[in-house]
């Protein structure tokens, strides 16, 4: 351990400039050695009180400079700026000398030891003045980045606390309208006389409160991961099989104005993972495809192996991305130019927070597009390595991986820290 003994140096330099001055104070106690005849400081005891307050002010400056040298030897990593304080180190440092060369010409007047001080004094004044006055602007600069940055974090918080609220009271009534909704729906099929002019409203109301209670799930489980309380299980499954339930399921969904091509390969595809959060970024991506294809069009998914990962292509024939966007897409709260535009609605979060969950899978997102010809999305998660009769492996291991972020790491909770909502 290294930490107590630096500081230690600086309360011997300070313990030493207490003695020099007590020792001073008792050696001379005798008033008479002090004053001479006319009652006043004799020579010699002038030239020791100097000598005495030179050597006391050098070793606290001495203490002082090697305070700073330890702190930035410490913490330079941490703290801006760090030069600014070494330049101050060797100011006070050479400040210090002075007073000692002072003390050396006292006893040895011929000597040029002081004048050599004194110019590295000033050299040293010179360059921390120097270096000071440009870092003022950008010292305050990050006072009030470090202001924004705390103000943000509690505009946070109270989102949360807002969107927990708010979720818990959608909750219950829409739970009631999401049930009376299929138990029409159910009836009109069941009579199944009904005209086009109440099952097309009943329809649509009901896609519209699903999409409503997808985003109170993304509200609860935005207040969950905040928390420190979300958790993906990852477990064996077939990619192909999730991918092919999940685009059936969408398929119902479509109206006449797209189609949906699935393209698989026959043999089973296995990975590590949670399968409705990967279901959720498939539905994700299908979701933007229609969206922001709003002539129609055809959209393709396309599970393909390539050596020890598998591939998921989500193409859509939609508006397209502009080259200048593509690499920012990924990032919290970012929509495309031609996006805004449009006048299309959206947070800007869905892309960001799958390709969060993609790195929870140790997998990623990647993105081709053309402006005004449409878009393809890739899912690239990694095989499990070894398949047995019955239950897949991954590197050996055939235990099911659960990462909670209390559990995970710094980089894993920031990576999981949001959940999935439409874009």
Not at 244 to 260: G, K, P
């Amino acid at each position: 351990m290294h930490t107590p003994f630096r500081p230690r140096l600086q309360h011997i330099f300070v313990s030493l400039a207490l003695v020099m001055l007590t020792a001073m104070l008792l050696h001379w106690r005798n008033a008479a050695y002090w004053l001479d005849i006319d009652r006043i400081l004799s020579p010699t005891t002038e030239r020791w009180i100097h000598v005495s307050i030179d050597i006391s002010i050098g070793l606290s400056y001495l203490a002082i400079s090697a305070s700073l040298v330890y702190l930035v030897y410490r913490a330079r990593e941490a703290i801006p700026y760090h030069h600014v304080f070494l330049a101050f180190g060797t100011f006070i440092l050479s400040c210090g000398l002075g007073h000692f060369a002072h003390v050396w010409t006292v006893f040895h007047p011929r000597s040029h030891v002081e004048g050599y001080i004194g110019v590295l004094t000033a050299l040293s004044s010179i360059a921390t003045a120097a270096v000071l006055p440009p870092l003022i602007p950008k010292i305050l600069q990050m006072i009030d980045s470090a202001q924004v940055s705390e103000q943000r974090k509690t505009m946070i918080q109270q989102q949360n606390e807002f969107f927990t609220v708010v979720a818990h009271e959608l909750k219950t009534p829409l739970t009631a309208v999401l049930g009376y909704g299929e138990l029409l729906k159910r009836r009109i099929a069941k009579d199944g006389a009904a005209s086009s002019s109440i099952t097309e409203p009943v329809t649509i109301m009901n896609e519209q409160t699903q999409r409503l209670a997808r985003l109170i799930d993304s509200l609860l489980d935005l207040s969950r991961m905040q928390r420190g309380k979300y958790a993906v299980q990852r477990e064996p499954l077939d990619l192909n099989r999730l991918v092919t339930e999940a685009v059936h399921r969408f398929q119902i969904t479509l109206t006449d104005a797209h189609t949906l091509q699935l393209s698989c390969p026959p043999a089973q595809l296995w990975l590590s993972g949670d399968d409705l959060a990967l279901e959720q970024v498939l539905l994700n991506l299908l979701h933007n495809a229609v969206k922001y294809s709003p002539s129609g069009g055809q959209i393709t998914v396309a599970v393909e192996p390539i050596g020890e990962a598998i591939h998921v292509r989500v193409t859509d024939q939609g508006i397209g991305i502009p080259a200048a966007d593509q690499g920012s897409l990924c990032e919290q709260f970012y929509r495309g130019r031609n996006i805004d535009s449009m006048k299309m609605s959206g947070f800007g979060v869905g892309l960001y927070v799958a390709s969060q969950i993609l790195h929870c899978h140790d997998g990623r997102l990647q993105v081709e597009s053309t402006e005004g010809v449409g878009s393809t999305f890739t899912v690239i998660l990694p095989r499990l390595l070894d398949v047995g009769d019955s239950n897949p492996v991954l590197a050996g291991s055939m235990e099911v991986a659960e990462q909670t972020m209390d559990e995970g790491s710094a980089r894993r909770q920031e990576q999981c820290g949001l959940p999935l909502a439409e874009e």
